[in-house]
């Protein structure tokens, strides 16, 4: 799907959708709990969906009510694993967190994904599988995975530089072993805030892990899952659009967050406040407004929040100076190279960019011409991006593959015209 996006305001208040980051904690968890969870606020985005889909799989059941998703769960013994097919689809989360729990259970699995998503690093789990004579085989998007036994060894060592999925994957296995273990964590540790968040999620379903500074993880054995119900709070990671478009000129009031949260890209509040913009919450610390922008650069490191450096950087490009965001590499190995595309995609609309190895070095503009077609990279968060940077091109322009927005946020072009946004189905003519 092509959409023409025309230049347009948008105004008035929006609920963010909420964490994916937590509901796939929150389904695992639920999945290998005895008993009835209710998780109430899913938004049924197609991450989401291959989660369900893969702890489904593994025996779990669920009910949708609305917005609530009730999960009867089953525990590590209950479950037949032989012969299982699962479609993580095109979701890094869902493929990274399952594979560790399929090795608790002897059988054969077959893994079907769509996109880059086995082209993305894996190696660390790779690496444990040879030591622990677990079994597998990637054909094509295909990763079939052979178990003969649960893990025998204590002590897991894993780098902390490729990806925190990795390491909260074994998080969701380690406890449910018969003998303790440890991760023992290697390297600069990236996205600390994304094992917090696995950290906080497994002690809400009864299971416990001891974090030693980052450098160590020790987890008991024997530990069981606890059914419970939770309310899943608001992505940060969604709010950075709204909120950049805010910085921006654009007026949307954002409903329905956490102040206090847990999510790394909580960060955005703080990178934009030191862009010039002065942020107001509501009484009740579950709204948000921005009602000043001055648009100053600032310079930051965005490793720990790579999620989020597309949108900043499309707020970079229309701020008054130079902007150099650091440490980015991980950019390239996302849904798409996202620093490829934030560069390219940018530079067409008119921003003034360098592109490095792990770099963005960004001249902020005064505007941005349009009529021009930009391109998703097949990558929500390109898409998304692309749609707010609409909202302050002097003409309008063409999106390539608007559909991805599904993958995290399956209503965005429903919220982005009811807050006053504009787009037609692109049918090809010529500008």
């Not at 660390?124 to 054909?139: A, H, L, T, W």
């Amino acid at each position: 799907m092509d959409l023409k996006i025309f230049p347009s305001k948008l105004e008035g208040s929006i609920k963010i959708p909420p964490s994916k980051s937590i509901a796939h904690r929150a389904i695992i968890c639920a999945s290998l709990a005895d008993g009835r969870s209710e998780l109430d606020n899913i938004a049924y985005s197609d991450d989401i969906n291959a989660s369900i889909n893969a702890m489904k799989s593994l025996g779990a059941s669920f009910e949708r009510d609305g917005k609530k998703l009730i999960v009867y769960g089953k525990s590590s013994s209950k479950v037949n694993s032989e012969n299982i097919k699962i479609d993580c689809c095109e979701s890094g989360s869902t493929i990274r967190f399952l594979l560790p729990i399929l090795t608790l259970f002897k059988g054969k699995y077959s893994i079907h994904t769509k996109g880059r998503l086995l082209d993305r690093p894996m190696t660390p789990y790779y690496e444990i599988f040879d030591k622990e004579d677990v079994e597998y085989k990637r054909e094509g998007s295909v990763l079939e995975i052979f178990v003969k036994k649960s893990f025998e060894s204590s002590i897991f060592n894993m780098r902390g530089d490729i990806s925190s999925q990795f390491i909260s994957g074994m998080m969701f296995m380690l406890p449910l072993l018969n003998h303790d273990s440890e991760i023992v964590i290697s390297g600069k540790m990236e996205s600390k805030s994304y094992v917090d968040l696995t950290i906080d999620c497994l002690n809400k379903f009864g299971i416990t892990i001891e974090n030693n500074n980052y450098k160590s993880f020790y987890i008991s054995g024997n530990q069981s899952y606890k059914s419970r119900d939770l309310y899943i709070e608001g992505d940060y990671s969604q709010l950075a659009f709204f909120a950049v478009a805010d910085a921006l000129g654009n007026k949307v009031e954002i409903l329905d967050i956490e102040k206090n949260s847990l999510q790394g890209d909580k960060k955005i509040l703080e990178i934009l406040e030191s862009f010039g913009a002065k942020l107001e919450f509501g009484k009740d610390g579950k709204s948000l407004k921005i009602i000043e922008s001055k648009k100053k650069a600032y310079n930051f490191n965005g490793s720990q929040i790579p999620d989020i450096v597309p949108i900043i950087s499309l707020l970079a490009s229309l701020s008054e100076g130079k902007t150099e965001i650091s440490d980015i590499s991980r950019l390239k190995i996302k849904e798409s190279d996202r620093l490829k595309a934030v560069y390219t995609e940018l530079s067409k609309l008119g921003a003034s960019i360098e592109m490095g190895e792990d770099f963005l070095i960004i001249q902020g503009v005064k505007s941005f011409k349009g009529k021009v077609k930009v391109d998703s990279y097949k990558d929500h968060r390109i898409a998304m991006m692309l749609a707010i940077a609409a909202t302050v091109c002097e003409e309008e322009i063409v999106l390539q593959n608007a559909e991805v927005v599904s993958k995290s946020y399956p209503n965005f072009w429903e919220d982005y015209r009811k807050l006053g946004g504009k787009y037609e189905c692109y049918m090809g003519e010529k500008f």
